[in-house]
């Protein structure tokens, strides 16, 4: 069993943790927990009630944050001439086409979210076995292939977060930091969470979310009613 800290065991004390919260005030007990001397994420794990073995029940996608994550992430983008050009001017950290698919060959991974135009797919395709398990691979799905690259990274930098099933049937996103506001959390939250709803497979049988956990990075997790998500 691994040993938490004071503060920690505290708070498990002082609130019931196994108890159903609404949103707004599991944001407020979680905000509350984050007391570590970091802008600690705020993390949200929704166990979907959903078979990963099966092609028709995979959930993958992305979503523009209202409020933004807090967080900064660096850009590539794969792309060449006109494309390239328009990649530096809308701000992408890092530009290419073979160069940097060659870089990356050689271990460079100075990056957290690629971009590729279709056209680049051809060579960025062999990095499929190394961007792949680092989830950096680009996807059209999560709208990391794209012609309309100013875009792709204006969603990026605007707070872009993907959201993708595993192996245990869980996604897990960060919709922000400790030091946001709960109504800008409380945004967030909902955002993700109806999108998830909208997108659940026509194959799902019984009740979908099995449970809704929201927590910071050292602090305990509080739950959320799995029926009623968004607390409505």
């Known amino acids: 069993m691994p040993k938490h800290g004071k503060k920690y065991t505290q708070l498990v004390k002082d609130h ?3 108890a159903f919260y609404e949103p707004e005030q599991a944001l407020a007990l979680v905000k509350e927990g984050a007391n570590a001397k970091f802008d600690e994420t705020i993390e949200l794990a929704i166990r979907l009630n959903l078979d990963p073995r099966q092609a028709d029940q995979q959930i993958r996608g992305a979503v523009v944050l209202p409020n933004g994550t807090g967080v900064s992430r660096s850009v590539l983008v794969f792309a060449k001439g006109d494309k390239a050009k328009e990649a530096e001017d809308a701000g992408a950290d890092f530009v290419g086409a073979e160069d940097m698919v060659e870089k990356i060959k050689g271990g460079w991974f100075e990056f ?3 971009v590729a135009t279709p056209d ?4 960025v395709g062999k990095l499929g076995r190394i961007l792949g398990p680092k989830g950096l691979m680009p996807n059209p799905k ?3 292939v794209t012609m309309d690259v100013a875009r ?3 969603d990026i930098k605007a707070g872009k977060v993907e959201y993708r099933l595993d192996k245990a049937a869980n996604i897990h996103c960060r919709i922000g930091k400790a030091s946001f506001p709960v109504e800008k959390l409380l945004e967030n939250y909902q955002t993700i969470v109806e999108v998830l709803l909208k997108a659940k497979p ?3 049988k019984g009740q979908y979310m099995k449970s809704v956990t929201l927590s910071s990075t050292m602090g305990p997790g509080v739950r959320i009613n799995p029926v009623k998500p968004l607390g409505k």
């Not at 680049?120 to 060579?123: I, K, S, T, Y």
């Open 16 to 18: 019931d943790y196994r």
């Open 112 to 114: 957290d979210v690629a």
């Open 120 to 123: 680049m797919m051809g060579a």
């Open 142 to 144: 999560t709208g990391t």
């Open 152 to 154: 792709a990274i204006a």
């Open 202 to 204: 026509a194959a799902a």
